[in-house]
């Protein structure tokens, strides 16, 4: 069979492996024409990269690259697209599927899954989004292996093989309408993930948001609300799930009330598995995170220093703002998607007190500065003019006073001024640790 591997990033070496494996001919298809690629490896580069696709027998799209890539010139051939994630819930030899989707969250709450299960004494596997990709997986699966999988709406776009077993969809917000090309089809990609699932499956979602409530429904399988019973739930500062208690709130090493919902999530999705207090306990009162997440560097003059990077969205930078308690420098700003303003506008506003400064950096900045003062809040830096950030690290230390937080969440995409979230975080604790 004649396989072409379209688009070579993490997904895409991962596929090269896996079908040249079984045999196949395979051809890596990308849009740069100055990728290398391992010797021998048959390829199509640059421009034309997806033209002519009918010609292969397989076509394996990547998770960034949008079908529509593939489509555009190409007629007839969606029976030839599949995907990671489409191959691997057809080969994968456990059943103990657990699938995690939402808009922010995700690895926090497939993370905290694998490490209760973990815990536990279950033999477990981690991967997806997180940056392991599903097919690198299967030497490690046998029968008795829980694979817990964080799924963005990038690979779920095209699901059509079957859902897992046990799905969890989070807080859903508008987010990557640029890619997907409307709200309705990014709520759609993720309702696949419960799209497939038959009667005996488990459909775990967050009942306070509607299109965490919509997505779900589409699940033949039982519906499980968490942040309420039968679900894990707060109750008395106590994570609670089935009158029993996990822990205290204060011994969460997790920052932020907002956390409280992906362990909410996580401790429901496991319970449904195994009923183990104990395990919970212990991971919940020792996980602090995940990088780029809230993730503290160091403190430097009595000033603690946050990167937040991941933060490409401004309803994860609302969360960074209620959860670091102490008056803060916040560093907002990035790519600008054109998304609306006015909610985190307002936010800044009543939490104006426990705000020292906003620093607008970045090509949102004119935007959101008047987007700011429209809602009567002036009290932000223009930092847009700062090119590199040991500049903005520098102007942050300025605008701090002892006993502040300074802290990264852009509440925009990378692209602008980094390579992505993971370079703008790194620089971000390189400037800070050199302070």
């Not at 990088?291 to 969205?313: I, P």
């Not at 701090?400 to 852009?410: G, Q, T, W």
């Amino acid at each position: 069979m004649k396989v072409a591997i379209a688009g070579f990033g993490i997904e895409g070496q991962s596929s090269l492996e896996y079908f040249s494996a079984l045999g196949h001919e395979v051809v890596v298809l990308d849009e740069k024409p100055d990728l290398v690629l391992p010797n021998k490896v048959k390829s199509v580069l640059g421009s034309q990269a997806f033209r002519n696709l009918s010609s292969y027998d397989l076509i394996v799209r990547s998770a960034g690259l949008p079908p529509n890539k593939l489509t555009e010139f190409n007629d007839n051939i969606d029976h030839l697209i599949t995907t990671q994630l489409n191959e691997f819930l057809k080969v994968c030899p456990s059943q103990k599927i657990i699938g995690v989707t939402g808009t922010k969250g995700k690895g926090t709450t497939a993370t905290l899954i694998a490490k209760m299960l973990a815990a536990s004494n279950c033999q477990v596997v981690l991967g997806g989004n997180i940056g392991v990709a599903m097919l690198s997986l299967l030497s490690s699966i046998s029968p008795e292996t829980f694979v817990v999988l964080e799924l963005s709406s990038f690979q779920l776009s095209d699901l059509k093989v079957s859902s897992p077993k046990t799905a969890v969809c989070l807080m859903v917000v508008p987010e990557h309408l640029d890619w997907h090309g409307s709200l309705s089809n990014y709520i759609a990609a993720k309702t696949n993930l419960f799209a497939y699932q038959p009667k005996d499956s488990l459909a775990i979602f967050y009942p306070k948001s509607e299109f965490s409530r919509q997505i779900a429904a589409a699940s033949q399988g039982q519906k499980i609300p968490f942040f309420e019973p039968p679900g894990a739930e707060v109750k008395n500062n106590q994570i609670v799930i089935d009158d029993k208690t996990i822990c205290s709130v204060s011994d969460l090493k997790l920052i932020g009330e907002h956390s409280w919902q992906n362990i909410c999530a996580a401790v429901t999705a496991v319970w449904q598995h195994v009923q183990d207090v104990q395990a919970a306990h212990q991971v919940l009162t020792s996980f602090s995170g995940l990088k780029h997440r809230l993730e503290f560097v160091r403190e430097v003059d009595h000033v603690k220093y946050y990167n937040d990077s991941f933060a490409s969205q401004l309803k994860a930078s609302e969360a960074a703002i209620l959860a670091i308690k102490q008056p803060k420098v916040l560093i907002i700003g990035g790519f600008d998607r054109m998304l609306e303003l006015e909610s985190f506008c307002q936010l800044v506003k009543r939490e104006a007190t426990s705000i020292r400064k906003l620093m607008l950096i970045g090509a949102s900045a004119e935007r959101l500065a008047k987007a700011l003062a429209k809602v009567g809040y002036t009290d932000f830096y223009m930092g847009n003019h700062l090119k590199t950030m040991a500049d903005i690290v520098n102007q942050a230390k300025a605008l701090a006073k002892a006993n502040d937080a300074v802290v990264l969440s852009p509440g925009f995409p990378s692209f602008d001024m980094f390579k992505n979230f993971e370079d703008r975080g790194n620089q971000f604790k390189d400037c800070v640790k050199a302070l």
